[in-house]
């Protein structure tokens, strides 16, 4: 069983069998063992599982790969929506057209007579001093076309 | 005794081998588990006692080495890794299902040679009994008497595979050995 000849090379290791019954009777044991016989059914399953397996592998790699291109795709042009617009907007400015200058005061500052009935003079009195502020004018239009109200507006929101 | 080297008119055809499955070629690969299933089934089967196990174990040995093509730049290389990969695969497994308990084989009948059928008959019995005593050994001592005396491989090539010293090896060996004999005698005594 534990004899140290059981090392050797075989033919000194059958020489050995003849005079060690433990070593003979081992020997007989594992070759009994080594003529476990496996029907090529249950080798030929686990080829077929494995090759399954791979497949379903890589076809589960191919499908992750293909979200993922989407997946990235799709923050891509998420990206570019939200990040093209505001690269764009300093030239929308750029190409705008100012609006058109109003010109102030739009209404002469009336100087207001006041007529001396006695003397029959009318003397002139300068009005109260305006600054010329800039105006806001709203126009209101009306169902008729003849008719527009006009409002002039200080920017003290006072209509004039 | 079991070599790992290839013989050399041999080499080259696996190298090429070796070289289309690492281009994903499955039939190349199915070339390859063809050349290694004797050897990775059988070592399962023997460690864990049951084909079913064996065939899972199997499996799970050749999903690695396929996973792990790409690290094995020879093909000599493959052997004695199948060989370590299966018996870490059996181990886990072994722990796992500790639980339930071993189960006699049940797939293949120890098969026989001999034309005798009484022969043949006590053959398959010890066969049966070997397989009963293995069942009793501690994992090392399993792994190192099934690689060694029943795959026919060498000390060394043992002791490569467990990651153990030739000296550790040798007495495993030697202890399983006296444990088995124990067993047999003792079983024998009690059913004869």
Redesign the interface.
């Known amino acids: ?2 004899c140290p000849d059981w ?1 050797q ?2 033919a000194e290791f059958r020489e050995h069998l003849k005079v060690c019954e ?1 070593c003979r ?2 020997e ?3 070759a ?8 090529p059914a ?2 030929a ?3 077929q ?3 399954s ?3 379903a592998k890589k076809r589960r790699a191919v499908w992750w790969t293909w979200s993922a291109m989407a997946a990235a795709t799709c923050v891509a042009i998420l990206c570019a929506a939200y990040l093209l617009p505001s690269t764009q907007r300093p030239a929308a400015l750029v190409a705008r057209k100012d609006p058109p200058k109003i010109e102030w005061p739009l209404v002469q500052p009336v100087s207001h007579r006041i007529h001396h009935k006695s003397s029959g003079r009318s003397l002139a009195q300068a009005g109260p001093v305006r600054k010329t502020e800039p105006l806001a004018v709203v126009k209101m239009l009306t169902d008729d076309p003849n008719v527009i109200i006009i409002w002039l507006v200080d920017q003290k929101g006072d209509s004039l | ?1 079991a070599d790992f080297r290839l013989k050399a008119e041999h080499a080259g055809q696996s190298a090429g081998l070796l070289e289309r499955v690492k281009t994903g070629d ?1 039939d190349a ?2 070339q390859l ?2 050349a290694n ?2 050897q990775v ?2 070592t399962a ?2 460690l864990l006692g049951n ?1 079913e196990d064996a ?1 899972d174990a ?2 799970e040995a ?2 690695r080495l ?1 996973k792990s093509l790409n690290r094995l730049p020879d093909i000599q290389e493959i052997r004695p890794w199948l060989y370590r990969v299966t018996v870490n695969v059996c181990n886990d497994m072994h722990r796992a299902r500790r639980r339930r308990g071993w189960e006699p084989l049940s ?7 001999q034309p005798d059928p009484e022969l043949a008959w006590v ?2 019995e ?2 049966r ?3 009963m ?2 069942k009793t050994l501690p994992e090392k001592e399993r792994a190192a008497v099934v690689l060694r ?2 795959q ?1 491989l060498t ?1 060394r090539e043992v002791a490569g595979i467990l990651g153990s010293s030739e000296v550790t090896v ?1 007495s495993q060996i ?1 202890v399983a ?2 444990k ?2 124990k067993f ?1 005698d003792r079983y024998l005594r009690k059913h004869l």
């Open positions: 069983m534990n090392e090379d075989s433990h009777e081992f007989e044991n594992a009994a063992m080594r003529d476990l016989k496996v029907a249950a080798f399953a686990v080829r599982r494995v090759l397996e791979i497949q | 005794m499955l690969f199915d588990m063809r299933e004797k089934l059988g089967l023997r084909l065939q199997a499996q050749f999903l396929y797939g293949p009948e120890p098969a026989s040679t053959h398959q010890r066969g009994l070997v397989e005593a293995l005396d029943m026919g000390t040798r030697s050995r006296g088995m004999k047999t």
